[in-house]
């Protein structure tokens, strides 16, 4: 590799589990606690929409109280050293929360959305919310009452930002999956599309994944441990 290749990594919850942030199906992980079909449908938001606010509203509240681990500012600090190589990394997250963007990477695609975020399904604006929502608030935009929702992609909805992912996938170099259990499509498949492509794929995370198979090489542990391993390698492979 080269810091002028292009890579792409996709991270999942498993990158921010060393800073606290619960996992979706690890044992005790938020699907233990809830059901999807309550907080993460469309369905469920028109059935219930305090009991999706609350959920929402709880794991933004809880944003400031995690700090990004060293997994996080490591593909930050990798991510620049490709920008002034003439590189590019393109970091795709399934995540919500902010914390790649705290760890210094200036460009992240949330393709499931960020809970920082709030959109108004009236006006169609989507805008920074650092507070609670409800059924009661009102759209600064267009002033309706009740019609801002988390800026969050709900099963039954489609992914943010898939073309531009397909098409850096298509000429990336080298596909990186971090902490994700590769059970959600369409971000489960990306690795199937780099493959299918004569990709090379590589996966870190604390046991393998689903789709483990598909991947060329793989490292397992912690990705607070392993992810700076791996930029350190990179960036040494590349300084000799
Ligand atoms: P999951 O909870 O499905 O998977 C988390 C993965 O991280 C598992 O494979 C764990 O083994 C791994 N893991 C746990 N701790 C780790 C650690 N410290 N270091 C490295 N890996 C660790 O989460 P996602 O794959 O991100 O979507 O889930 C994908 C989507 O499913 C989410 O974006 C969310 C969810 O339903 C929506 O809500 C639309």
């Known amino acids: 590799m080269d810091l002028s290749d292009r890579i792409v990594v996709l991270t999942g919850a498993g990158i921010s589990a060393d800073s606290g942030v619960p ?11 809830y059901h ?23 794991r933004r509240a809880g944003l400031p109280t995690v700090q990004p681990n060293p997994a996080h500012d490591a593909l930050a600090q990798l991510a620049q050293a490709k920008r002034e190589a003439g590189g590019c990394l393109t970091l795709v997250t399934q995540n919500v929360d902010d914390l790649h963007e705290r760890g210094g990477s200036k460009s992240v695609w949330h393709m499931h959305g960020e809970l920082t975020k709030a959109r108004c399904t009236s006006c169609g604006t989507v805008r920074e919310w650092a507070d609670a929502l409800s059924v009661t608030v009102s759209c600064p935009d267009c002033a309706e009452r009740g019609t801002l929702r988390p800026h969050i992609v709900w099963f039954g909805e489609v992914p943010m930002l898939m073309e531009e992912i397909a098409e850096a996938v298509a000429e990336a170099d080298l596909f990186v999956s971090i902490g994700t259990s590769g059970s959600v499509y369409p971000a489960a498949g990306f690795v199937g599309e780099a493959k299918s ?14 789709n483990a198979h598909l991947f060329d090489e793989a490292f397992y542990g912690p990705a607070a441990e392993q992810v700076p391993v791996f930029v350190g390698r990179l960036m040494s492979a590349v300084s000799r």
């Open 197 to 210: 492509l004569g990709i090379p794929c590589m996966e870190i995370n604390l046991e393998p994944s689903e």
């Open 23 to 33: 996992t979706f199906r690890d044992s005790g992980g938020i699907w233990a606690k």
């Open 36 to 58: 999807y079909r309550d907080v993460a449908t469309p369905e469920g938001f028109a059935a219930n929409p305090n009991l999706l606010h609350e959920f929402y509203n709880l």
